[in-house]
């Protein structure tokens, strides 16, 4: 939409590049361009807006195929204006001067005719086509026979306006039919999913009895090193046991033997000791035998007196001193008048 802005009786338009602008002042032309910016009379001025730039139209619609099948067909068209005279001529695309805004819905009228056309030769294409080629190869087709039409569309290029490019985004059923049509396509994949599913278990039972396979091997083969570790720790024991027992059997004999040896050495002491010890009282006894009674009491006293504790001091009266002496055959003391 053009911008216009109001000054007293007098108006300026200034409009975008890609409208082309037409400005008829008194049934004259005065203006014609598009990115125009200019002064005029809202009384005597006839204002036309024509949009060159592509456009953009997305359409949608229903047809029926071979099979009586109901689709729903999407498709987008751009197209533009190239002859914005032929276009301002045969649509209204005149503004308000005064405000600038449509006083028609020229881009409604460009949309019925470029829809209805598309739709005709959409119909026209899948109405020969089954549904199942239809979805398959329908696109292309339905996209070429619309191409087709337009360009050979003889109102078209009168109008002034040239269709660019046609793309059908879509050719779809109704959603029961599109379910029934899915089902055969998802039950082949769950199928797959499925064969997947049993393959990977197959895998990992497979796996897992391997694993167990090992783990009874490995189970195997410590039981029969503990086995064997028993019986080498049994022949161990055994083996200390007899050597330890031959051991003690050397031990006890050397022991044996060493008290034999120490008993007879001490016999042998013995008997030496013995027999000196005889002889030595034998010859006291006779040297006993030989001396006098007197020597023999004396040494009684000399023995017995080793044997008495010490005695520090005695005093003896005469009397006894005298009897003593007179048995050791001494004369006694002599006594003072």
Do not use: C
């Amino acid at each position: 939409m053009a911008d216009i802005t109001k000054r007293f009786a007098w108006r300026h338009l200034r409009s975008a590049p890609t409208a082309h602008i037409r400005h008829h002042d008194r049934g004259r032309l005065t203006h014609d361009g598009p990115g125009l910016s200019f002064w005029y009379r809202s009384l005597h001025a006839a204002l036309s807006e024509v949009p060159v730039n592509d456009r953009e139209l997305a359409m949608a619609f229903h047809a029926r195929t071979s099979d009586f099948q109901d689709v729903t067909v999407q498709a987008t068209v751009t197209y533009r204006i190239s002859d914005p005279a032929e276009a301002a001529a045969r649509l209204d695309f005149s503004v308000d001067p005064d405000t600038g805004v449509w006083r028609g819905a020229p881009l409604e009228q460009i949309a019925t005719l470029l829809t209805e056309t598309a739709q005709q030769h959409t119909l026209d294409v899948l109405a020969r086509t089954p549904l199942a080629g239809a979805l398959v190869d329908g696109v292309a087709a339905v996209r070429e026979r619309v191409a087709e039409g337009l360009a050979a569309e003889p109102r078209l290029p009168v109008t002034g306006i040239d269709v660019v490019a046609v793309r059908v985004v879509a050719i779809r059923p109704e959603a029961e039919v599109e379910r029934a049509l899915r089902t055969p396509a998802r039950e082949q994949i769950q199928q797959e999913a499925d064969r997947a599913t049993y393959e990977r278990r197959a895998v990992a039972v497979e796996r897992e009895r391997t694993i167990a396979e090992n783990e009874l091997a490995s189970q195997i083969e410590l039981a029969r090193r503990e086995e064997q570790l028993v019986e080498q720790r049994g022949t161990n024991t055994r083996r200390e046991a007899e050597e330890n027992a031959a051991a003690d059997g050397v031990r006890a004999e050397a022991e044996a033997a060493r008290k034999v040896r120490l008993a007879r050495a001490e016999a042998e002491a013995a008997r030496e000791v013995g027999a000196a010890r005889a002889e030595s009282q034998a010859a006291w006894l006779r040297v006993h035998a030989e001396v006098n009674a007197s020597t023999l009491h004396a040494l009684a006293a000399t023995r017995l007196a080793e044997n008495l504790p010490r005695i520090d001091s005695l005093t003896l009266s005469p009397d006894v001193l005298t009897g003593l002496l007179a048995k050791l055959g001494r004369p006694g003391p002599q006594t003072r008048a």
